[in-house]
């Protein structure tokens, strides 16, 4: 994720990293380069290259851009969901590290059984931001990761009931805790599993290319040659809002715009370790050329 202030109003003209041009610039030097090309032509072969109508080009325009916002508010609530499910993780680990504090004999340290509990949940946390980015080196399972450190977690807490070292009030409390926890990571697997339809991007990729390949054509005899300036502005903002769709769609990526869960995962790392009363906690991450991960 993008982390940084908002630019000066020179600086915005000239900022890369987390704009969509790195990922757009050769359709749109195509576009530049094709009206140019078109323009000449229709200059020097104007019976080869003949004027159009621009009115079916502003039409089509029109409902490409209603188009294109549907599919980003679409993108975007996929975004904005995956990160509230991530504060839910973050506010339930919290939960249970206030909600075990009844296993500790001595309040200045942890007890065995809190420590093991607790422990248990920082290693959701990794192991959740793992299999959302499906890590290469993490072997096929047929459970997930994190529904094994949950059944684990939940074992520990029947065997403190049983002991007596949780009330039945408790142990409910910190069961509903954990049922919580996997609402949540089932919600992001969810999202990771299910893609927009690709019929619907298909066809909005088809139209975008379609209408910024034939601009020029429309354009050329009415803006001459300030047709390939015309023609590349509309182009940048089309093909970068279905490029910056395209990045909130997979909300849990790497891409300058996705949700930094690496980051998220080490903030309940290190809250966690310091209920245990650890204070050698490791450094937060920290942005890298204005990219949180």
């Not at 704009?19 to 104007?46: E, F, K, Y």
Request: with cysteine.
């Amino acid at each position: 994720m993008i982390v940084r202030s908002r630019p000066g109003l020179l600086t915005l003209f000239f900022v890369l990293k987390g704009s969509v041009v790195q990922r757009t610039w050769p359709q749109l030097a195509t576009v530049g380069i094709l009206s140019v090309i078109v323009v000449a032509a229709h200059r020097h072969a104007p019976a080869l290259v003949p004027g159009i109508n621009p009115a079916p080009f502003t039409l089509i325009g029109i409902a490409l851009s209603i188009f294109l916002s549907f599919r980003n508010n679409a993108c975007y609530d996929r975004w904005w969901e995956a990160r509230k499910l991530w504060g839910q993780i973050i506010q339930v680990a919290r939960d249970i590290a206030r909600q075990t504090v009844v296993l500790d004999d001595d309040p200045a340290q942890a007890s065995p059984e809190r420590r093991r509990i607790l422990t248990a949940i920082i290693a959701l946390g990794h192991a959740v931001v793992g299999q959302l980015r499906h890590r290469a080196n993490e072997p096929a399972m047929t459970t997930s990761p994190a529904d094994r450190i949950l059944q684990e977690v939940a074992a520990d807490i029947g065997q403190l009931l049983r002991q007596g070292r949780l009330a039945p009030v408790e142990a409910l409390a910190l069961n509903d805790s954990l049922n919580r926890l996997m609402q949540a990571v089932v919600g992001c697997e969810r999202l990771a599993n299910t893609p927009l339809p690709f019929a619907y991007t298909l066809l909005l990729h088809r139209t975008a290319y379609l209408f910024c390949f034939l601009m020029p054509f429309g354009f050329a005899d009415m803006l001459g040659w300030l047709t390939p300036l015309a023609a590349t502005l509309v182009a940048y903002t089309f093909f970068g809002l279905d490029a910056l769709g395209q990045e909130l769609e997979e909300p849990f990526g790497l891409m300058p715009n996705n949700l930094p869960i690496a980051t998220y995962a080490a903030l309940v790392d290190n809250h966690l370790r310091a209920a245990m009363g650890e204070t050698d906690l490791p450094p937060m991450p920290v942005p890298r050329d204005y990219v949180l991960t």
